[in-house]
């Protein structure tokens, strides 16, 4: 079975996200500029767990997964120009959380879901692991936290309470995105403009 380009997303998708930030005044803490980020970061999560549940259900082989997945990640993770500096780190923020998501989703796909320990074990290793500054090893624990949400386990979303604002926080927040698209993997609708 033969899948069209961008069926699970497109440059096109994104850079409507990124003009829509660019056009509103963004305060984040303001509940609409709140939900388009998170908007923005869901939608992502989204198409992750499409292609993930199509390879699960054997729609796609491994290597196809892993070039959707690749695809997908360049076009999000790639540089965007704001103008505004605040829009530039909140942007920033937002591809920090996704690059969690693209790499638990890849290594689901090579190796499957972490064979032992459970998510909060692996969350409260990578926050250690940050605490000294060993953010490879920290981003690692992540990951393998990532590959069992990506298996169905639970992730308490009250774990980010005990976390201190920095890498891990913004990776778990992306592994949130990633639970709640696996559940839920109905596409999050690009609002038009009034």
């Known amino acids: 079975m ?3 380009p961008g069926e699970y997303y497109t440059a096109e998708r994104w850079q409507n996200w990124i003009d829509r930030l660019r056009d509103e005044e963004i305060d984040p803490e ?24 199509d390879y699960d259900e054997g729609e796609l082989d491994e290597e196809r997964a892993r070039d959707e ?5 360049e076009v999000v993770l790639s540089d965007v120009a704001f103008d505004d500096e605040e829009k530039s780190m909140l942007i920033e923020g937002v591809q920090t959380s996704l690059m969690c998501v693209f790499y638990a989703a890849e290594e689901y796909v090579v190796d499957g879901p972490a064979d032992e320990g459970i998510i909060r074990e692996y969350i409260t ?14 981003l690692g ?3 393998q936290a990532g590959t069992l949400v990506l298996a169905g386990e639970q992730m308490d979303i009250g774990l980010t309470d005990d ?6 926080a913004e990776w778990v927040n992306g592994l949130d995105s990633l639970q ?3 559940q839920d993997p109905e596409v999050v609708e690009e609002e038009k403009p009034d």
């Open 125 to 138: 290793a990578a926050a250690d692991a940050e605490a000294e500054d060993d953010a490879d090893a920290a």
């Open 180 to 182: 709640t698209a696996m």
């Open 30 to 53: 303001e509940e609409d500029s709140a939900r388009l980020l998170l908007n923005l970061q869901d939608d992502t999560a989204i198409a992750v767990a499409k292609i993930i549940t």
């Open 2 to 4: 033969s899948n069209p």
């Open 163 to 168: 976390l201190d604002f920095g890498l891990v």
């Open 141 to 143: 624990y992540c990951v």
């Open 69 to 73: 997945l690749t695809d997908i990640q």
